[in-house]
């Protein structure tokens, strides 16, 4: 049995030790779409994060037979020529669930805390100058009180939206698909979402109704002061509608995805004015190391349930 694992930078320091004991195992730190082909030629199990697997390749792969996506999605494999060819395809799904809870939080407070401007305050020396023994040029508010909008109320929205609670947030969501009936929180259309909420986190998928769900007419709608966190996927919301509407009213934006990742050079986020309601993570919130084990045990198990249904 060999298993190529194609991009093990993106798992950091986890230990990979454990795949040994399933085959002979190849690790490559990152794999370029040039590379892909010549790498998993003679592979029975392919590991990969975010390389794209086509077609071609699964055509000129004739050993193939399980590709496991170290991951939730699935968009970087093309399912329907593995489901012709007999591969099977198998993710990781729930793994990283708290650790992007946990960032959600993380994201929102180093936004309204103003964390960056009152670290900086001090050591730069201006607080030891004060003449009081505070600083409030950066006031910050409460959740308690706040309404709190989710879009998307799947397992994270609603594990954010059950923390959110308990600050005393008054909690609504929107559902992307239609079909959510989660009668726990208010569910209301967008446009109401929009309007209404002091806080706004993106937890949904990227399909053809999110795709441009928040462009410049959307975030028009928003209060002033509103604070929008996007943990769900890179363009659910328009960058440039983003980058416009920053510069043009007080509003904070959180992003830890993209709709190119890694962030192009000429991608308008990298040039607003404003920068400091603007706060972007490289896609971490996923990375706890607690989340990074269970994804490894995870597509681990994959493989091992896989060789026992072939056995």
């Not at 694992?5 to 002979?24: E, P, R």
């Not at 709190?148 to 059950?162: D, H, K, P, S, T």
């Not at 992307?176 to 002091?198: I, P």
């Not at 509407?245 to 000429?266: G, H, K, T």
Request: with cysteine; net charge negative; glycine share 6%.
């Amino acid at each position: 049995m060999n298993i190529i694992i194609l991009d093990a930078l993106t798992f950091g320091d986890s230990d990979l030790s454990a795949f040994s004991s399933l085959g002979n195992v190849q690790i490559f730190q990152t794999t370029s779409p040039l590379q892909t082909s010549e790498r998993i030629k003679d592979s029975d199990v392919i590991v990969t994060n975010k390389v794209v697997i086509t077609s071609e390749h699964m055509q000129n792969t004739p050993s193939l037979k399980l590709i496991c996506v170290a991951a939730t999605g699935m968009n970087n494999i093309d399912l329907q020529s593995a489901k012709k060819r007999d591969i099977e395809v198998r993710n990781v799904s729930g793994y990283s669930s708290d650790s992007v809870i946990q960032h959600t939080f993380s994201m929102l407070f180093y936004l309204i805390g103003h964390s960056k401007y009152y670290d900086n305050y001090v050591k730069d020396g201006l607080y030891a100058k004060s003449e009081i023994f505070t600083d409030i040029s950066r006031p910050f508010f409460e959740i308690k009180g706040k309404k709190w909008g989710i879009i998307g109320l799947g397992e994270i929205g609603r594990g954010v939206a059950n923390i959110a609670k308990t600050f005393g947030a008054e909690i609504c969501y929107y559902s992307t698909s239609g079909n959510n009936t989660n009668k726990e929180y208010l569910s209301l259309a967008l446009d109401e979402l929009l309007v209404s909420c002091d806080i706004i986190s993106i937890h949904a998928p990227l399909n053809e109704n999110t795709l441009n769900l928040l462009d410049y007419k959307e975030l028009q709608m928003c209060k002033d002061a509103s604070v929008i966190l996007n943990l769900g996927r890179g363009g659910i919301i328009n960058e440039e509608a983003v980058a416009r509407i920053i510069d043009e009213r007080d509003m904070l934006f959180a992003l830890d995805v993209l709709s190119r990742e890694p962030i192009e050079q000429n991608n308008p986020l990298l040039h607003v004015k404003n920068r400091d309601n603007l706060y972007i993570t490289p896609h971490i919130a996923w990375t706890s190391i607690e989340a990074r084990k269970t994804l490894i045990e995870g597509v681990i198990n994959n493989i091992k349930l896989f060789l026992k249904q072939k056995a």
